[in-house]
């Protein structure tokens, strides 16, 4: 049945997780376009249905789909110009734990590209264990489409700033501040866990105490600082090349 209206409550329902509340609500993200459908099907995540464009001609994967018209897409999707099909994602849980290795703590990182973008570089550089303090939601869209893909690889652990600290308490914490020593003269312990704080405060006054070291990246005289996913990815690189 194709379905035409914004008003259908199958499309009210797949619009709300553009939102914050919706997510919750319903406990899924939306995964937009060809490839990050076929990217999230890869990946094992479970997915709920699929929304296809009236004219879509790729792959429906054999998962259960609606067939919407052309305005009822646009209500959907949080692309401008929507690529046809769209998945509805369940998001996962993963338990609040001690980290198996290497690790990243993003510590009230607020730019939602911000988040992606680190998760992005953070699945490609080995480090598929990332835990969140007050951040930006990682399964917002922007937060999905700036992790290209990654969001679906990587274990995200969302929860308080004590649950956390707890959590990590067994593993060294590397904060990334501008008043660290050289990141590239430094040598990791085998497991870490390296802290990125806010794009402008830096990190939490508990995760600086709870460091037991701290780095950062040599800037040029005329550069104040760098974007907080640039900087997270020089050092969760380097970090890894010095044997993390």
């Known amino acids: 049945m194709l379905i035409l209206s914004r008003n259908n409550p199958t499309v009210k329902e797949l619009s709300a997780l553009k939102e914050k509340k919706g997510r919750r609500k319903y406990g899924a993200f939306l995964a937009e376009g ?5 990217e999230c099907v890869k990946s094992g995540m479970e997915i709920v249905r699929i929304a296809m464009r009236e004219d879509y001609c790729g792959e429906d994967h054999g998962l259960p789909a609606v067939l919407l018209g052309a305005d009822a897409m646009k209500a959907v999707c949080d692309e401008k110009t929507p690529q046809g099909i769209v998945a509805e994602v369940k998001i996962p ?9 290497s690790c990243i703590l993003l510590d009230g990182v607020s730019d939602p590209s911000n988040v992606g973008a680190i998760v992005r570089t953070a699945v490609a550089a080995g480090y598929e264990e990332l835990y969140l303090i007050d ?18 690889f990587a274990k995200l652990v969302c929860g308080s700033r004590g649950e956390i600290m707890e959590a990590l308490g067994g593993i060294p914490l590397i904060a990334a501040d501008m008043n660290g020593e050289n990141v590239f003269a430094f040598s990791p312990p085998p497991n870490f866990c390296l802290c990125i704080g806010n794009e402008g405060n830096g990190l939490s006054e508990e995760v600086r105490k709870a460091a037991k070291y701290t780095v950062s ?28």
């Open 34 to 38: 060809q490839k990050m459908v076929r």
């Open 217 to 244: 990246i040599p800037m040029g005289p005329h550069t104040e600082s760098l974007n907080a996913a640039v900087s997270a990815g020089i050092l969760m690189y380097e970090l890894k090349k010095q044997g993390g």
């Open 135 to 152: 951040c930006a939601d990682p399964y917002s869209p922007k937060s999905v489409r700036a992790s290209m893909s990654g969001v679906f």
């Open 93 to 101: 849980s993963f338990p609040l734990k001690a980290p198996e290795r």
